[in-house]
């Protein structure tokens, strides 16, 4: 792996001395100055000669290609004239913005902030950026320079090292597995975005046909105020563990639904997440219960896969240009979010119980383990896709300062976004009476239980709902195009022959999203959480 790092090191920074050479041109052929007294790789070592005649053959083919396309004697045409020529960043700026936009996706918003105050608040920052200078840049920066040093995606880039070209196949089959499930967590978003245009949240009250007689809203005042009443296994049910007893005073312990049923506190349900497991995925027994497909996910599974396929249609061409869009407004809506999370009421308890530090939790190996496992998660090391971005670069772009900038941005968003989520938690936590602790989730549970009940207890709570799942769709596509085009890259890149032609790569790109949404209507079923 060393070895790997410093051929692509010297290669990469070998030629950029190169680039700068003045080259002649006779005859469509690159010739070499006769005086040439630096700037080449010493002959010293046969790796080194190796290393120099495949920079030059690289330098020597790509001059070529671009002299006639501005020639205008070979359009699209590779200089053998047999296949086109493989595309390339049309700005600098495309592809950081991809990078950006692949690394930081819904982890960032839905992981990071529950992993930073559960390993001690702020204390968990000097673990997490000591992983991001010894582990995450480095593998970051190797995979991109690989990418960029073959031109080849993350299959083909591994003929660097044809022992571990297995690891490329791994890496692909990795990827074509998370975009499946990936795109159905944006299908979930779709439909609560959906669901958001309107004048009350559903999920923030009972009485809807999915609702049972068990759901209840809980708030600051339902907390203090008991049920005067006598509490019999008719309103408890037969196999209640609580009994047949009366309630001859007032206890707090109980409560009357909407239904007129009296329950114990404990056994009450919040209509969020009534709402999500009885409404949003008529959630089954298991997995050994698939049920029947729930077309409305469906249609919404559909609609992602759409979006995702006119974005990435033409290559990064087409890809480069959305993320203009996908990889910056998310920013936009944070802030806006923040703004309104830190005026609310109980936000800094929120905000202090995310940043304040608790130092005895760095005794704890967990908590560098979560803070390597999150720099692996976030980066999206290991998938592939970051060499597949790699390899449309110049073969002498500065990758390295690129793969500075990105990680950094990654982690930033990572720390702002806590902000984010945790003063809008704490301002839940204060409406309910209760710790940031206990409404305090991660992953799914926390982008579409726990926000989303928060948000229900905002004033204008649907125009913050359509934002907030905004950011979510917006941050969840950019990592979907860039792992689709990472899968399609690897196997065009391995199949050229067959797969560069005309437009047989559209053609393939549209059969593999169909596969994938086909395979992925497995998981909008009544079993498929």
């Not at 408890?236 to 409560?255: E, S, T």
């Not at 609609?303 to 061409?317: D, E, H």
């Not at 990680?407 to 204060?430: D, E, K, R, Y």
């Amino acid at each position: 792996a060393i070895s790997c790092v410093l051929r692509l090191y010297i290669g990469l920074q070998t030629h950029s001395a190169q680039s700068d050479r003045k080259m002649t041109l006779q005859n469509g052929l690159v010739l070499k100055p006769k005086s040439e007294k630096s700037g080449g790789i010493p002959d010293t070592t046969e790796t080194t000669k190796m290393l120099n005649s495949y920079i030059e053959a690289k330098n020597a083919k790509a001059d070529n290609v671009s002299t006639s396309l501005s020639s205008g004697s070979a359009s699209t045409e590779d200089i053998d004239g047999k296949l086109p020529t493989r595309e390339t960043w049309s700005r600098k700026i495309d592809f950081l913005l991809a990078c950006v936009g692949f690394s930081v996706g819904l982890g960032n918003v839905w992981r990071f902030p529950y992993l930073c105050y559960k390993n001690g608040g702020g204390a968990f920052l000097i673990p997490y950026f000591i992983c991001v200078v010894l582990g995450g840049i480095p593998m970051f920066f190797m995979e991109v320079a690989l990418g960029q040093f073959m031109s080849e995606g993350g299959i083909g880039a591994w003929k660097i090292c044809p022992l571990l070209q297995g690891i490329g196949f791994a890496t692909t089959t990795i990827v074509f597995l998370l975009n499946i499930y990936y795109n159905v967590i944006l299908a979930w978003a779709f439909y609560y975005l959906f669901s958001s245009f309107t004048t009350v949240l559903p999920w923030s009250t009972c009485g809807n046909w999915w609702n049972t007689d068990f759901c209840y809203v809980h708030d600051a005042v339902n907390t203090t105020v008991g049920v005067l009443a006598n509490v019999t296994n008719s309103t408890l049910g037969a196999d209640d563990a609580y009994g047949a007893y009366d309630v001859p005073v007032l206890d707090p312990m109980y409560v009357v639904t909407q239904n007129n049923v009296t329950v114990h506190r404990n056994h009450t349900v919040d209509p969020v997440t009534e709402f999500w497991e009885r409404k949003v995925l008529e959630i089954s027994g298991g997995v050994d219960e698939p049920g029947t497909i729930k077309w409305d996910l469906a249609l919404c599974l559909l609609l992602a896969w759409v979006v995702v396929y006119l974005c990435i249609w033409k290559g990064i061409k087409s890809s480069g240009k959305v993320m203009y869009f996908t990889a910056t407004t998310p920013y936009v809506i944070m802030t806006v979010l923040m703004i309104r999370g830190i005026t609310l009421p109980g936000a800094m308890e929120g905000i202090k119980f995310y940043v304040i530090p608790d130092w005895s939790r760095l005794a704890d190996p967990q908590v560098w383990v979560d803070a390597g496992t999150q720099i692996f998660f976030s980066y999206s090391i290991s998938l592939g896709a970051l060499t597949a971005l790699g390899s449309y670069n110049k073969f002498h772009h500065n990758s390295y300062k690129d793969s500075i900038i990105s990680p950094c941005t990654n982690s930033g968003t990572s720390f702002f976004a806590g902000f984010v989520i945790f003063s809008v938690l704490g301002f839940m936590a204060q409406e309910q009476g209760v710790s940031v602790g206990e409404v305090a989730e991660s992953g799914p549970g926390l982008a579409f239980i726990a926000y989303p009940k928060a948000v229900s207890q905002m004033p204008v709570a649907p125009l913050w709902s359509v934002l907030f799942f905004a950011m979510v769709i917006l941050l969840g596509l950019d990592s979907q195009f860039v792992g689709v085009e990472g899968f399609v890259t690897a196997l065009v890149d391995q199949f050229s022959t067959h797969l560069r032609r005309g437009h047989r790569k559209e053609i393939f790109i549209l059969c593999v999203c169909i596969v994938s949404c086909i395979i992925g209507l497995s998981m909008v079923t009544n079993g498929g959480y």
